[in-house]
């Protein structure tokens, strides 16, 4: 009888190398797809809350929400109440599904200085700000109020709701349903080149010294950005206004896609 012959060493190597090689090959591809997968869920979380807040807006005066309502009343207790009336708390009857509410691919962790037990749910997205004043070109050129003075902006005077972003992607530890949706003051943060994109984060004071991260949320370089329209698009967070934005580009009408003013959707 013949004996069978094994494989030799160097035939062994040869198809483990062929293997690592396919491996390599074919293990970004699956976390790409992986990727996408998460931001089309994504799309589809910040189409839901656009339609919410297009909802609200029809409850009351064609207005949008506000970021905050009344005071935050800031508690240590994880079975304690609600410490502010945050962008979910409002549209919440709009949606009635706390899931679209956090992204996927959102894995900031929460903290409510007592442990992640008493967060409620993670909040992924924030609606830009308004505030009238000296700052209103220049940083505070959103929709939405925070403070009890101000008034959200009325969707008439939206100038082209089709080029106007009003919701990002804010991944951040203090984002949660027991706080609120955080939001940025400045919307220059959301393009500030300097600004994080995830899986990049900067650390801040919350609980403790340094124990908060924040970024802008990314899907392979790309923000998801919902418009005053009802649609989403993913899109570099640096192609979204004309940098720097300052007084010059304010006085020059550059090109803004977070300013609610028609004025800044040309050059």
């Known amino acids: 009888m013949r004996r069978r012959r094994g494989f030799t060493l160097i035939e062994l190597l040869v198809v483990i190398a062929i293997i690592a090689i396919l491996a390599a090959i074919l293990f970004p591809v699956f976390a790409q797809a992986r990727e996408k997968a998460r931001q089309t869920t994504c799309v589809n979380n910040m189409k ?7 909802m609200y807006m029809q409850d009351y005066d064609e207005k949008f929400h506000r970021l905050l309502t009344g005071a935050r009343v800031l508690n240590n207790n994880p079975n304690g109440p609600d410490q502010a009336f945050g962008m979910e708390n409002a549209l919440m009857p709009y949606v009635k599904n706390e899931g679209i509410f956090s ?3 959102d894995n900031i962790r929460r ?12 909040i992924s997205y924030s ?11 220049t940083a505070t050129f959103g929709v939405c109020a925070y403070y ?10 939206i100038g082209r ?3 106007t972003i009003v919701l990002y992607e804010l991944w951040t530890t203090v984002s949660y349903s027991r706080h609120m949706a955080w939001w940025r003051w400045d919307n220059t943060n959301i393009a500030n080149p300097s600004w994080p994109d995830a899986p ?10 340094g124990d908060a991260r924040m970024t802008i949320g990314a ?4 923000t998801n950005f919902g418009f005053a329209d009802g649609h989403v698009k993913g899109m570099p967070r640096r192609a979204i206004m004309y940098w720097p934005w300052d007084a010059t580009a304010v006085q020059q009408l550059r090109r803004n896609l977070i300013h609610w003013d028609e004025r800044f959707k040309g050059n």
């Open 148 to 157: 009890a003075t101000e008034d959200s902006r009325p969707l008439a005077v």
């Open 127 to 137: 609606w830009t700000h308004y505030q009238s004043g000296q700052w209103a070109d």
């Open 48 to 54: 839901q809350l656009l339609t919410a807040g297009m």
């Open 161 to 163: 709701p089709a080029e």
């Open 200 to 209: 990049n984060s900067f650390a801040f004071n919350w609980c403790g010294s």
């Open 103 to 105: 992204c996927p691919s």
């Open 219 to 222: 899907h392979q370089q790309r």
């Open 111 to 122: 903290d409510d200085c007592t442990g992640p037990t008493g967060i409620g749910f993670p």
